[in-house]
């Protein structure tokens, strides 16, 4: 017998405005009243989003006859209550889709692309049984080329199952996996190739010039020392990356067998290009990020995710080690895997300890506090977000860094960072035949103490739970690299970031404890003079640069349509520029931080 399932289909209905439309129907509906309701969020961006608010229309019928629909929250339905047995119901909503991100949905006559927490209705108390999904082609000669990408599975077995990137019936396990595989449908370029025998796919939508052959063998090289990495055997049947390219653009989201991403045209290589180009470094550390997280989130999971709420928010005080960690490994994995080298990459991480220092937020908010309040302030900034607010990214980068230097340093280099990212792996991670353990609050230190012996409360009280600087400076040492300091300029600062439109200067954010701040000054004042004389984008610097800290100057500004005045006396320029130069090169090699001599990495290193 076959196993119950819920059967959806999609298709582009009108592509020119944007709407899909969107089947579901189940089988054995809920006599007393069916609900169904559109995820709040997507899993990988945390905000609440309510995707049910481009619902356009939405109807029930069933054996052909219309079926009452009552909404009874702002992402969920009732059906009307069908007496005592259990029917098969069928709703079918039209969803607009122009929100051209990684974390929704989008149609036009050009290309179709879904996540399935825009689509595809939850039928609740229905979310474990198996889902059919019938993704069709829109209909006129113009999407007659047209193709699907997704790692969703074709339905095998079942009536219309899909050919490989082909429009048709694909399946998932569950609801979960359903909305976890998005889908991209048009006329897009195809690349594949393998990473230790696992079949990886990448798809391109969009105009761009992409050299393909070089776009794979930098990406070969890469998943598989990620695979190396965690251990054989990969934990993905399959691996697809999606990726949209347009003028200007950047994101991307982690899926368990897929991501999808976003980028500039330019992001991507072209014939010809020599060396690694930064945007295209930055690319592939995109990459190199989400393909990280196939692990690392997707796999090994905060205890609070789960079992993942999609109605509210999900608080859990870890993004620094989910986030915090997957950004260390990012372009460490670059470096290791030889496509930067150890100076590029030291160059990175300086320039992650600039921004970190950059915001005074560091010092009101923990990386335990920014992980939990994600929802309501990493992911809503607004003016006043660098005094308030530490990235779980950046700052969690650099605690990976303070952590990895610690345990090597403290064992001799018998442990580092690495054996702490496997332990979690094969203690926590969803393996085949194995569910995987959520990851508890301080499971991460107590994993580091036991592989090291050594006794790290103090270094993740501070690191985690308090907001002192982190020293990097000493612990770096050892390893042979130094870390400078210079000041970026000499001109005195106002203590406030600028924003312009090239004619005119605005303040974005007043820092906290700044002059900008002490004098009045407020984001949004739009400077209009200072000592008498016009600022304009290009005079900022020019006035600045000849005074001194510590002398005052006459600001004249508007707040809204008022004309105010403001005695502001200059401080030193504080943003301070960073630096990591390697001292003594053979001692990092000896060490075997930077991966590129170890044995173990040579062992298992794809280089030929
Ligand atoms: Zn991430």
Redesign the pocket.
């Known amino acids: 017998m076959k196993p119950a399932s819920i059967v959806y289909s999609i298709r582009p209905s009108h592509p020119e405005a944007h709407i899909f439309e969107v089947r579901c129907t189940l089988a054995n509906a809920d006599p007393s009243g069916q609900r169904f309701s559109l995820p709040a969020w997507i899993p990988?961006s945390y905000l609440i989003r309510d995707f049910v608010r481009h619902i356009v229309s939405i109807r029930a019928e069933a054996a052909g006859k219309p079926v009452r629909l009552d909404k009874i929250d702002k992402h969920s339905w009732q059906a009307m209550p069908t007496g005592k047995k259990r029917s098969a119901l069928t709703v079918i909503c039209e969803v607009y889709a122009w929100d051209l991100s990684v974390r929704g949905a989008h149609l036009d006559q050009t290309h179709a692309f879904f996540n399935g927490s825009s689509v595809f209705l939850r039928a609740l108390g229905h979310e474990h049984l198996l889902c059919l999904v019938d993704i069709q082609r829109p209909l006129g000669k113009r999407y007659r080329d047209w193709r699907v990408a997704t790692a969703l599975a074709s339905a095998e077995g079942e009536k219309g199952a899909a050919d490989r990137h082909g429009f048709g019936v694909y399946r998932a396990a569950n609801y979960a996996e359903l909305i976890d595989h998005p889908v991209e449908m048009g006329g897009f370029t195809l690349a594949t190739f393998s990473a230790c025998g696992v079949p990886q796919e990448v798809v391109i939508s969009g105009r761009h010039d992409c050299d393909l052959a070089r776009l794979t063998a930098d990406l070969t090289r890469l998943c598989e020392w990620q695979i190396r990495f965690f251990g054989e055997p990969a934990p993905m049947p399959h691996y697809l990356f999606l990726i949209t390219a347009i003028g200007d653009g950047y994101g991307?989201?982690?899926h368990r067998a897929s991501t999808a991403l976003l980028c500039a045209r330019d992001d991507l290589p072209y014939p010809g290009m020599q060396g690694t180009p930064e945007r295209y470094r930055t690319f592939l550390g995109l990459c190199s990020?989400?393909y990280?997280?196939s692990w690392n989130?997707k796999r090994i999971r905060p205890a609070a995710f789960s079992a993942c709420d999609l109605d509210a928010e999900n608080y859990t005080t870890l993004l620094w080690a989910?986030?915090g960690f997957?950004?260390y490994y990012?372009d460490l994995a670059l470096l290791r895997c030889g496509l930067i080298e150890p100076e590029e990459w030291l160059g990175l991480v300086a320039r992650t300890i600039d921004k970190v220092l950059r915001d005074p937020g560091r010092k009101r908010q923990t990386l335990a506090e920014s992980s939990f309040d994600a929802w309501t302030k990493f992911y809503r900034p607004d003016e006043n977000t660098p005094n308030a607010v530490v990235s779980y990214?950046a700052k969690g980068a650099l605690v990976a860094l303070a952590l990895d230097l610690r345990l090597r340093a403290g064992t001799r280099n018998r442990v580092s960072l690495d054996d702490v990212m496997r332990a979690l792996w094969l203690r926590h991670g969803e393996r085949a035949g194995y569910g995987g353990v959520g990851v508890g609050d301080d499971d991460i230190r107590l994993l580091a103490e036991e592989l090291s012996g050594l006794d790290l409360a103090q270094f993740f009280a501070a690191a985690i739970h308090g907001t002192s600087e982190l020293a990097l400076a000493p612990l770096l040492k050892p390893f042979g690299i130094q870390m400078l300091r210079q000041n970026a300029s000499t001109t005195p600062t106002l203590g406030a970031k600028i924003s312009t439109d090239g004619r005119e200067v605005r303040l974005a954010t007043v820092y906290a404890g700044s002059p900008a701040q002490t004098a009045g000054l407020s984001a949004g004042d739009l400077l209009i003079a200072i000592d008498g004389l016009r600022v304009t984008p290009d005079s900022l610097e020019r006035l600045l640069c000849r005074r001194q800290a510590g002398e005052s100057i006459r600001i004249v500004a508007f707040r809204r349509d008022e004309l105010m005045e403001f005695s502001l006396r200059l401080e030193s320029p504080a943003s301070d520029k960073h630096q990591l130069v390697v001292k003594e090169k053979r001692n990092v090699l000896r060490e075997g931080w930077l991966g590129v001599m170890t044995s173990r990495d040579t062992a298992s290193s794809s280089e030929s």
């Open positions: 990988g991307g989201l982690e990020h989400e990280f997280h989130i989910f986030e997957t950004s990012d990214y």
